[in-house]
DNA sequence: TTGTAGGCGTTATCAC
DNA sequence: GTGATAACGCCTACAA
């Protein structure tokens, strides 16, 4: 099957010991040059394949991490995984990725498995759940066990985390829409038992307030944060007696469905009624009628949480490092939003 | 940091041998009944975790498998990824995801690393490449490596295969579009390094053929698969002496681009020209005007991928094992081709 | 039914 | 500089 040529055979055949052809293998100083040369170039001509469960086993280290999304299929996620691995990898650590689809149940089950599979590390974005699996990771703190948390965090003492400031991302949406005009915005949200949704909430509804907006609860509508559900909140909101001319949703799915509602109705967007999405997914930008989007750099947050980790990971005696970045968002204005 | 009770530990407080502790913890059938439960429940109370590492090296086995596709934020591919997840966790193995972004030389490197951490086994969709790798894939049957193509797959000697028909694929899809009336049917295709492009084609040729239309090479345009792309060629296409009064693309991305032009210029969609897609992304159902085209289940597709896998590994003898699985794909008729 | 003991492949601590 | 050897934690003949 595999090949299994270990330093026992190198050893032999050069009729020197395991321990110096170790030493060898990993660029030990106190070595004749000659003999270590001699020894790796045997080791490729053998086509030894260090085995890394001896090694960890040993070592007590895996050298890899465990990445935990809702799931990979949202551009968001699949970008800041990449982010992610394009700065583990140069550090020599493999990335293991798990998705929760949103499970509570098995948000639990799947750091328990990563664990279990010894992994270094663990960087995650929780899913949007309402069971509460806070004793999970204050265990984790309390263990010392290396774990971020990203774009989707709780705030829970210990853990780091990288995050968008989403409150000021919910309020310059909010406040373009106002500046374009629009005197009555809707806000499509999710349920708020993630700080990203609420905080996002939370900018809306300050973005109001500064700029002597009434805020209208009936106006303001979780929802999942699907195609389907855009339409069907939208039909909802355009039939009440007081319409909104402006809808802010939390992602371009909603404001996708939205727009599509809209037109249905005869309706123009932006002129009659603007719409504002959020994560900057691929398609937004190519629709016909562009959606103006908000942008987390995913790839950014990926190569941030990762650094985080590694420093918990490298950090030599216990001190305890709780770290949060917090990175700006950035506003892509386009068809959707502006009005001539 | 982790938790690091070992059977030792369990044995000395029961005043036992380590080798019972195992065999409990392995469920052996010939244990008393009383001590196996007691062992377990002891092991459970001292929050006994197994040490993977000790046991794969000492069975040589991970329980892990890789997965190489070239990027999962592809709605197939991460479909895909789910499926396989789903037959191979209940059968006690994890799972690795990498990503090639379609780089031929990330493939083999990426191979390489998978086995280097000693995975049990590959599952891999081939990059979108001009290089090639044959010579890696050769030496993987040479060595038995237990290893499935899906979806895009090379023809190698030894090597089991999980497919869609992507002749029938393209023979269906061409044929759609002649039955809805469409005399000249131009088709926007990759480059013909990977089978599914090449056989798509295929597959519209001899549909051409038997309904009696003419084949024409300068409407059958190699592309990489981009919206953006989509559109230009589009234009490229409706500038021709004689245009096309239909067009088959070979991914929704490139239908979508063509779609936009299409309109772009004035003209009707199914009416003026028909646009056919392929590989069911979500939002092709969710536009104003749906996207016709071909599903082909890959949820299924990744659990018979799975199912190949685990025939290898589970292989007691060397028996040679090559099994190709060809599902039939599944039109979709939406209103991008649907004239009245 | 249970215990003894050796080994999986590495690395690290001693010695020399 | 290099060699002998003891772990790391688990499994499994072989014994008892």
Chains 1, 2 share one sequence.
Not at 45 to 52: A, D
Not at 60 to 70: F, H, L, R, Y
Not at 180 to 200: E, M, S
Not at 311 to 321: A, D, S
Request: proline share 3%.
């Amino acid at each position: 099957m595999q090949s299994k040529v270990t330093i026992y055979d190198i050893a032999e055949k050069l009729k020197i010991s395991t321990a110096t052809v170790s030493r060898a293998l990993n660029n030990s100083s106190k070595l004749k040059q000659s003999t270590l040369e001699l020894i790796q170039r045997t080791a490729d001509e053998m086509g030894y394949q260090r085995n890394i469960f001896a090694k960890a086993l040993k070592s007590g280290k895996s050298n890899t991490i465990g990445i935990i999304v809702p799931r990979i299929d949202i551009n968001f996620f699949s970008s800041a995984i990449r982010g992610i691995q394009e700065e583990l990898n140069p550090n020599g650590y493999q990335v293991v990725i798990c998705q929760t689809y949103d499970k509570g149940t098995l948000e639990v089950e799947t750091i328990n498995s990563l664990i279990n599979s010894q992994v270094d590390g663990i960087l995650m974005s929780i899913s949007n759940t309402k069971i509460d699996n806070s004793d999970t990771f204050k265990t984790l703190v309390k263990k010392g066990f290396p774990f971020v948390f990203f774009d989707r965090k709780k705030d829970i003492e210990g853990i780091s985390s990288v995050t968008t400031n989403d409150f000021e991302a919910g309020y310059i949406a909010t406040e373009h829409l106002i500046k374009q005009g629009c005197k009555r915005v809707a806000h499509l949200t999710n349920n708020h038992a993630l700080d990203i949704f609420k905080d996002r909430f939370l900018g809306y509804k300050k973005a109001l307030e500064d700029y002597g907006l009434e805020f209208d609860s009936e106006i303001v509508i979780k929802t999942p944060y699907k195609i389907d559900e855009g339409k069907k909140h939208t039909r909802d909101l355009l039939a009440l007696k007081n319409p909104p001319d402006g809808i802010f949703a939390v992602h371009d799915y909603l404001a996708f469905g939205a727009i599509q509602e809209i037109k249905a109705q005869g309706k123009n967007v932006p002129d009659d009624i603007c719409v504002m999405g959020f994560s900057n997914e691929p398609f937004a930008k190519f629709l016909e009628l562009s959606i103006t989007t908000v942008n987390q750099s995913p790839l950014k947050m990926g190569k941030f949480a990762a650094q985080a980790l590694l420093e918990q990971i490298n950090n030599p005696n216990n001190i305890k490092v709780e770290k949060h970045v917090v990175l700006t968002p950035e506003l892509l204005v386009r068809k959707s939003t502006l009005r001539q």
